[in-house]
T-cell receptor
């Protein structure tokens, strides 16, 4: 079974600075997908960024980027120019690839609570 | 699109009572997932459906939990009888196509916070 570990329960950063959230996972699969979701106080789960395991290039979405190290099974999220609205819980998630196009589920880490201070 | 709609947003009930949580997925989405979120265990998948058919219910904690999807636009999660340890936030999520995929990730509802006293 796949597991996802987020070793930082809480982090804080000053507005406009950069912060990195760590995520490691355990799997025997070779082809899979990784995601970061954001959960603000409103409780809604919002997809931030996603990465395909077979792609070596790290995904980037505006101020959000990832550092994907497949051999190390590491998938960290970097937030640049942090904004107050980035304050939220951040969840790392893993999904294995089904070659038959079947249903797959997301396995989540326990989350990192990020606070952006003014 | 209104997104995934869950009701109620909050539910407070007494131990032993029946609780029904409701979900309306995004129109056109073929897969629906029920997750439970607690501080101790994080987000856990309870069950998911593909084309209204349950695919994996291995996460359902016990027989007190049941889920149905009578049609493509509605699903329920029922707990009978409820217990204090069922207190959690329950999320419904949907995706387009054959379950969640890279190109069709999960879209979550706002969750139902359940408190069982």
């Amino acid at each position: 079974a796949q597991t996802v570990t987020q070793s930082q329960p809480e982090m804080s950063v000053q507005e406009a600075e950069t912060v990195t959230l760590s995520c490691t996972y355990d799997t025997s699969e070779n082809n899979y997908y990784l995601f970061w979701y954001k959960q603000p106080p409103s409780r809604q789960m919002i997809l931030v960024i996603r990465q395909e395991a077979y792609k070596q290039q790290n995904a980037t979405e505006n101020r959000f980027s990832v550092n994907f190290q497949k051999a190390a099974k590491s998938f960290s999220l970097k937030i640049s120019d942090s904004q107050l609205g980035d304050t939220a819980m951040y969840f790392c998630a893993f999904m294995k690839h089904d070659i038959w196009g079947g249903s797959e589920k997301l396995v989540f880490g326990k989350g990192t609570k990020l606070t952006v201070n003014p | 699109d209104a997104g995934v709609i869950q009701s109620p947003r909050h539910e407070v009930t007494e131990m032993g009572q029946e609780v029904t949580l409701r979900c309306k997925p995004i129109s056109g989405h073929n897969s629906l997932f029920w997750y439970r979120q607690t501080m101790m265990r994080g987000l856990e998948l309870l069950i998911y459906f593909n084309n209204n058919v349950p695919i994996d219910d291995s996460g359902m904690p016990e027989d007190r939990f049941s889920a149905k999807m009578p049609n493509a636009s509605f699903s329920t999660l029922k707990i009978q009888p409820s217990e204090p340890r069922d207190s959690a936030v329950y999320f419904c999520a949907s995706s387009l196509g054959q379950g969640a995929t890279y190109n069709s990730p999960l879209h979550f509802g706002n969750g139902t916070r359940l408190t069982v006293t």
